[in-house]
Structures are given as structure tokens and as C-alpha cells.
């Protein structure tokens, strides 16, 4: 199972708004609504920030939206700020209890 | 409050094997799956398998089936991860981190543990 496509960067100025894109198959992205974002500051483990596609967890910013398209996910990130500066992941459930994660995406706050 | 503390960074040399634990606290252990999840220097996550702590039953990533086995004590709420036959690009930092029983995604991840393969 490859690994799921992400841009290598994004960057955008304070206030911006940016979007992340994971692109898959239809034997994970597009066959599943089973879509999660994580992000991850250096040096320490990620944290989940959009699940089943949409959803988010209590306590992380409205900021933060997902969607999906056939076989694309997106993560967009809204009135960007300098604490959002991180790498973010996209997953997907796959098949059988597997899973795959995407390449991973820098996101720099200019 | 849910804490998944893990065993300490280790050192191995190629061939050996490595196995390391994933002690969860704060909440009922075999409600939720364990996944792990390693991340070589400078490299992305990747996602190696999963186990039901409740059957033991696990399912691996392609890329790890043979060499990786997950299991559980359930008597200790610890999940352990053991690889074998080490190389070099086995050098990562190793993740645990749950799931809520079919839910799909990973809500709390322990700290890590780096794992260094080296001669």
C-alpha cells in the first residue's frame, strides 16, 4: 500500500488561508469516510485534529475544516497563525484494520 | 486522564530484536484498539499495525508482516511491540496511540520511544 499524496510545503501570511490536499484511491480516500488530520510539532507526537473526514475533536480550533472529494481529502487551515506552523498527516482506513498515512505537508507561516 | 506512557529509548545492533511497551492508564483498556506508528529521522509516519487488546488479535502493515508482533497484558494494561531482525532503517521513533473501537482515527499517542539500529 503506497503512501497517501501530500504537498511537501504550504506556507501562507498570518490570516490566510491555506489548504492541504492528500490524495489516494478509491480503495482508501474514496472508498471509506474514514479520513483523520494530525499535526505534529517538531520533536513531539502528533495530535489528531479532524476525524471521519469533517469532524473535529473538543478542544481544537474552528479554525481547522476537512473535506473530501472522490478520492482527495483537504485540510484547510483558516485566519492562519504562527502556532499552526507544523507538519500535518492525513490517514485513511484502508481495509482488513489497516491503515495508510499520508507523505506529510510543512505548513510555514510566513 | 489518559496517559499511554512508553518504555525507554534503546539502543540495538542489526539482526537483534527490540521490544517495546505502551502502558495505558486513565480510561478502560479494552475498549480501544492500539495502533503503532514509527517515524524515522526527518521521514513521515508511518502506520505499522494494530491489536485488540480485548482478543489479541492484530493486523499488520504489508511492509511488517513477519517481523513485527504486537501483543497485550491485560493484567497490566500494556501493549508491547516487538521487532526483529533490525537494520539500520529500522532507526525511528516509535509510537503507540488509540483508538476508540472502530472509530478510525487515533486520539491520544504516547510520547514516543526512539529506537536506534546501529553497529
Known amino acids: 500500500q503506497s503512501a497517501l499524496t501530500q504537498p511537501a510545503s504550504v506556507s501562507g501570511s498570518p490570516g490566510q488561508s491555506i489548504t492541504i490536499s492528500c490524495t489516494g484511491t478509491?480503495?482508501?480516500?474514496?472508498?471509506?469516510?474514514?479520513v483523520s488530520w494530525y499535526q505534529q510539532h517538531p520533536g513531539k507526537a502528533p495530535k489528531l485534529m479532524i476525524y471521519?473526514?469533517?469532524n473535529r475533536p473538543s478542544g481544537v480550533s474552528i479554525r481547522f475544516s476537512g473535506s473530501k472529494s472522490g478520492n482527495t481529502a483537504s485540510l484547510t487551515i483558516s485566519g492562519l497563525q504562527a502556532e499552526d506552523e507544523a507538519d500535518y498527516y492525513c490517514t485513511s482506513y484502508i481495509s482488513s484494520g489497516t491503515y495508510v498515512f499520508g507523505t506529510g505537508t510543512k505548513v510555514t507561516v510566513l | 486522564q489518559v496517559q499511554l506512557v512508553q518504555s525507554g529509548a534503546e539502543v540495538k545492533k542489526p539482526g537483534a530484536s527490540v521490544k517495546v511497551s505502551c502502558r495505558a492508564s486513565g480510561y478502560t483498556f479494552t475498549n480501544y484498539y492500539m495502533h503503532w506508528v514509527r517515524q524515522a529521522p526527518g521521514q513521515g509516519l508511518e502506520w505499522m499495525g494494530i491489536i485488540n487488546p480485548t482478543s489479541s488479535s492484530t493486523s499488520y502493515a504489508q511492509k511488517f508482516q513477519g517481523r513485527v508482533t504486537m501483543t497485550r497484558d491485560t493484567s497490566t494494561s500494556t501493549v508491547y511491540m516487538e521487532v526483529s531482525s533490525l537494520r539500520s532503517e529500522d532507526t525511528a521513533v516509535y509510537y503507540c496511540?488509540?483508538?476508540?473501537?472502530?472509530?478510525?482515527?487515533?486520539?491520544?499517542w504516547g510520547q514516543g520511544t526512539l529506537v536506534t539500529v546501529s553497529s
Open positions: 471521519d473526514v469533517s
Open positions: 478509491s480503495s482508501d480516500i474514496g472508498g471509506y469516510n474514514s
Open positions: 496511540a488509540r483508538e476508540d473501537r472502530g472509530t478510525y482515527h487515533l486520539d491520544y
